[in-house]
């Protein structure tokens, strides 16, 4: 079994930043891509950034220049600095990660984390 235990959420007002947290851990072999994505009241979840093993990552437009995706693999964590918060950013944030439970045959699933929230007051 895989968990993602995710941390840093918390209340901040608009122009400040916080950093978010989250660690695999439990019966895997590697994780692959990682990323956070986020649920604002009354929407669907999206995209915020990914990031490959290998370092390659992807932000969303609206949070280009402001967001930043990090991964520490030997950690098996990874991390979301949020700089210049906006209102609109309010949403739970989601961790998910594709890990490799298996080589032969090769399995990954799909995990996600419990979510936290993110609230920015203007």
């Known amino acids: 079994q895989v968990q993602l235990v995710e941390s840093g959420g918390g209340t901040v007002q608009a122009g400040g930043s916080l950093r978010l947290s989250c660690t695999a851990s439990g019966s895997f072999l590697s994780t692959g891509v990682m990323g956070w994505y986020r649920r604002a009241p009354g929407k669907q979840r999206d995209l915020v950034a990914t990031i490959a093993s290998g370092g390659t990552t992807n932000h969303a437009d609206s949070v280009k220049g402001r967001f930043t995706i990090s991964r520490d693999n030997a950690k098996n964590t990874v991390y979301l600095q949020m700089n210049s918060l906006k209102p609109e950013d309010t949403a739970v944030y989601y961790c998910?990660?594709?890990?490799?439970?298996?080589?032969?045959?090769?399995?990954?699933?799909?995990?996600w984390g419990q979510g936290t929230q993110v609230t920015v007051s203007s």
């Open positions: 998910n990660a594709q890990a490799t439970v298996s080589l032969f045959p090769i399995r990954t699933m799909s995990i």
